[in-house]
T-cell receptor
């Protein structure tokens, strides 16, 4: 079983839709959580960090549930430009520093 | 803005060749990483370095070595390229704490024939 698991998708949604991605992690010692975005044939870039209290950045909302060990990303009012792969990323510093990337969830937003 | 550059965007090599991939960052970051990315597998860590001349094996170090002689530069070496090393190689750098963001270079698409 992978330490960080994501639904690979693809998610195909119309413009304006709300879409949610989930990610589960298996190591309870995980301490930091992030969502990265990767456009086709480009490098990953940080979308947002995920805090225990949940956080919002415009149309994007990230939530963390430590008890159930999952992270979510909600995108409201989807735009064509949101089409990308979204990577769930988990870091921990026990037994040595480690950052683990999920394989990503592909999103296609259509007009 | 952090800038991470990689020496080549595309590279074609033959089996058995020695391959050098170079990465340079301009933010004085202590930590640098080499990943490979393959469809369905996500990013897998090959090696990382937390200081000059220091290196640690990642999850898939076999067939690779690294060099960090200067803080800003981290090189990945494929000692004898094989077809199963055809992949996208991504370099990243990060500041002092693991809570900080990793900044990625544009990637090198390597094809080994």
């Amino acid at each position: 079983r992978k330490e960080v698991e994501q639904d690979p998708g693809p998610f195909n949604v119309p413009e304006g839709a709300t879409v949610a991605f989930n990610c589960t992690y298996s190591n309870s010692a995980s301490q930091s959580f992030f969502w990265y975005r990767q456009d086709c044939r480009k490098e990953p870039k940080l979308l947002m960090s995920v805090y225990s209290s949940g956080n919002e950045d415009g149309r994007f909302t990230a939530q963390l549930n430590r008890a159930s060990q999952y992270i979510s990303l909600l995108i409201r009012d989807s735009k064509l430009s949101d089409s990308a792969t979204y990577l769930c990323v988990v870091s921990r510093n026990t037994g040595g520093f480690k950052t683990i990337f999920g394989a990503g969830t592909r999103l296609f937003v259509k007009a | 803005d952090v800038k991470v550059t990689q020496s080549s965007r595309y590279l074609v090599k033959r089996t058995g060749e020695k391959v050098f991939l170079e990465c340079v960052q301009d933010m004085d970051h202590e930590n640098m990483f080499w990943y490979r990315q393959d469809p369905g597998l996500g990013l897998r860590l090959i090696y990382f370095s937390y200081d000059v001349k220091m290196k640690e094996k990642g999850d898939i170090p076999e067939g690779y070595s690294v060099s960090r002689e200067k803080k800003e530069r981290f090189s990945l070496i494929l000692e004898s390229a094989s077809t199963n090393q055809t992949s996208m190689y991504l370099c990243a750098s990060r500041g002092g704490t693991f809570q900080e963001t990793q900044y990625f270079g544009p990637g090198t698409r390597l094809l080994v024939l």
